[in-house]
Each structure stands twice: as structure tokens, then as C-alpha cells.
């Protein structure tokens, strides 16, 4: 398969961008490792800086379009659709907001993804002897990493535990039923990327007060809430979100007071990752982890 690209809006409308016959990529500029920049402070009465990490800015991304059509009526119309697909003033279907879209890079080794919002159709040169246009579009990308459209996902399924029975004897024989206070175990997952990754993790009911642990980087998500079954909690660690879904009720809801003062959102950082999992009066369910490995580069 060519190189092919593609541009999802917010709508979630795909439009193919280049498609080997009237619209024919003639070079792009911005899909390799985005310069970083070191984030440092310096003390006025010492020589030198203080070195804190890295940091990434945004991502700009040019592809240059050769567009060639048998009349100008239809080179005029073909610009004018594009122009449309690719606004940047297109709004989500469900929430009528501006927000970004996406840029897709399809190659027959793998796809990658970055989103991104088009602030610029820009004509570089008409010759209108030939009906053929040059072409540039730009996106500008607020996450400068590029990612893999296929999400990860990792499972662990919770415990059926029927407890222990104890009969008594005085006054009455009364079977007392204990059930199991707490079930823990881990998962690995393997981050695959070049660099960090947010995961979402959802937490299916039955059970209680999960504490989900990144024990490979010593950060914990530890969360106050009791769950029946088919209730379920999800976890968004990039968006900073928790949420619990109520299903006898039907309604979701944000339970970030539940989260403990110790907790954090946490990525999954490059390679291999412990995750464990403890929870209260298991009774099933299950954990599944959630990522998408991520790119310097497409």
C-alpha cells in the first residue's frame, strides 16, 4: 500500500487527503521526532543551569497537495470540498464544541495517528492551462506524539468468592457467613512505544474500593466506592477523570472525591509495566488496562 493520508473531523467524518489520481502528495513536513526542549532554571550566583526534563511542544505538520482535474469548474469545486471537510470551525456532533480532529498515516507496515486541528489551506500555484493546483495544508497538533489508532488493552478478572461458613452452636445453630474481605493480583503490560502513555482503566463491579497500583513507578489510584454488579468505574488518566457509572439508576456520574490524597494519575511508561490490583468484597468482575502506544514520530 502507498503512503496515504487522511483527516478525521470532530464529527468523526474521514476525508482521504491523497488519493493517487486527482489529489497526489508532493512532500510533508513535521513527521519526524519533534525537536525537545530541555527545561532548566538558573541561579543568578552559579554558573550554569539546574536541569529538570524534557518538554515537547506543539506539532506543525505541512502536506504539500498536487491537484489535478480535467476542467477548472471541477478544480473549483474539488478545493471547495476540501476546504469544507477540513475546516477548522467543523464542531463535535454530540457536544457542538470546536475541538481537534485527527491526522492519519497509513502505510502498509502501520498506521499512526496524531490529533490535530487544520489552520491553514494555503495556494501555493494555479496554472490554469492544465487545471492543476499546488496546495498546502496545515495542522497544528497540541500532543506532539504521534499514536498507534489500534488501542491496547490488558484484562484481569476478579475472584467469585462464596466465603467461609461458620455454624454456631449456642444459643441456636445460625450459619454465619463470612465473605472474602479483599482480592489482590497483577497484571504486566507492556508499553511498546517510544515514550509515555495515559491508560483508561475500568473497574466492573461487583466489589469494592479499588487501589490500582503502577508498582514499576511507585504511583497508586486508590478510590472509595462500593460497586454492585454491572456497576463499573472508569478511570481516565489522561483526562484527569473518574467516573462511576450506576446501573440501577442509569447514571453517571464524577466521583473524584472518592480518589484518596495519595492517589495520582499515573502513565505507563516505556516497556514493562506491574500493575496490581486490590479490591474489597470481591464477587466477580473484572479490571480491564486500556492504551494507546505512542510515537515520536509517524
Known sequence: MAELFSYIDPRGVETLLTDG???????????GMQQAVPVSERSPTID????YGIYTPAREVSLA?????????????????????????????????????????????????????CVAYEEV??????????RVLKFWCPD???????????SFALPVSSGLSIPLSIPLSIPVSLAAAAAAGSIYVTNAGDVDTWPTIVIDGPSDN?????????????????????????????GAAITFWDNSGGTSTSILSGMSATSEFWPLVKGENEISILV???????????????YLGA
Open 210 to 238: 479499588p487501589v490500582i497500583t503502577n508498582v514499576t513507578t511507585n504511583k497508586v489510584m486508590d478510590i472509595t466506592q462500593a460497586m454492585d454488579a454491572n456497576d463499573y468505574i472508569t478511570i481516565d488518566m489522561e
Open 144 to 154: 506532539p506524539m504521534w499514536y498507534d489508532p489500534t488501542a491496547e488493552t490488558e
Open 65 to 117: 497537495l498536487g491537484m489535478k482535474y480535467d476542467t477548472m469548474d471541477d478544480l473549483t469545486a474539488a478545493e471547495r470540498t476540501l476546504r469544507s471537510l477540513v475546516s477548522p470551525y467543523i464542531t463535535s456532533a454530540t457536544t457542538y464544541v470546536q475541538t481537534y480532529g485527527t491526522l492519519k498515516v497509513m502505510r502498509a507496515s502501520a498506521s499512526r495517528q496524531i490529533d490535530a486541528l
Open 125 to 134: 500555484s494555479t496554472d490554469r492551462e492544465v487545471f492543476y493546483a499546488k
Open 48 to 51: 550554569g543551569v539546574n536541569y
Open 21 to 31: 489520481t486527482y489529489r497526489l502528495m508532493l512532500g510533508h513536513v513535521g513527521l
Open 280 to 294: 474489597d468484597n470481591p464477587a466477580g468482575g473484572s479490571i480491564d488496562v486500556s492504551w494507546h502506544n505512542r
